[in-house]
């Protein structure tokens, strides 16, 4: 006795990685992204003066009070025209997909600040527009670079309403238990409020 067997099946299946992270560092090449995780967390990234030094993004767990932790993505930098292919292109903005909370770096002596705010957003909308909607934080970088008159300045820009705009410095250590603590409370908005 046999039973009579039917025509096997073939199927290509493409599977997708992605990263899970709690947060994501958004920024242009050279911000300080990479020297930032390397600063909150264990990871080791390389971190070098020229752009494009990350080419795939990094994780990194960062401790939080005692018994608490979340992962941070450092992604690779992202210029304007980026969703049409520019620099590294937006491929890996698929990761920052299922982040729950964006910190923008911008450089502390960058010329337009609130403008390059404005390009990394809109880039974001223009690979997907939900990205441009999590919620946000901006880390205004190398501030050990800011002379007084500098900080004065940044001080007055104001990018979007609830938005935290904290000023840190990898170099000293500025304003990064502050940075660490408004990502904490986006990422537990109910538990951060008790
Ligand atoms: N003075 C100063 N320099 C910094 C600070 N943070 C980073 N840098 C320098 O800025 C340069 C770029 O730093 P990275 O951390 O590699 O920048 P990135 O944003 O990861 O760059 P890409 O991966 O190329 O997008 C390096 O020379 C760092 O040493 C800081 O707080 N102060
Ligand atoms: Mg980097």
């Not at 990871?43 to 608490?68: C, H, S, W």
């Not at 600040?113 to 934080?137: M, Y």
């Amino acid at each position: 006795m046999h039973t009579k067997g039917t025509p096997g099946e073939e199927k290509t299946i493409q599977l997708e990685l992605k990263l899970l992270a709690d947060a994501g560092l958004v920024g242009f090449p050279n911000a300080g992204k990479s020297t930032l995780i390397s600063r909150i967390s264990a990871a080791k990234p390389k971190i070098a003066d020229y752009p494009f030094t990350t080419l795939v993004p990094n994780l990194g767990l960062v401790r939080y009070a005692e018994y608490q932790s979340f992962v941070v993505a450092d992604m690779p930098g992202l210029l304007k025209g980026a969703h049409q292919g520019k620099g590294l292109g937006i491929q890996f903005l698929r990761h920052i997909e299922r982040t729950r909370v964006l910190v923008f770096l911008i450089e502390s002596t960058s010329k337009h600040p609130k403008d390059q705010f404005e390009v990394l957003l809109e880039e974001l909308r223009s690979f997907r527009p939900e990205l441009a909607k999590k919620p946000q934080i901006v880390a205004i970088t190398k501030m050990d670079l800011a002379d007084d008159e500098l900080r004065r300045q940044l001080k007055k820009v104001s990018f979007r309403r609830g938005v935290p705009v904290i000023p840190i410095s990898s170099a000293t250590g500025e304003g990064l238990k502050e940075l660490v603590d408004a990502m904490w409370k986006k990422l537990h908005p109910r538990k951060s409020k008790a």
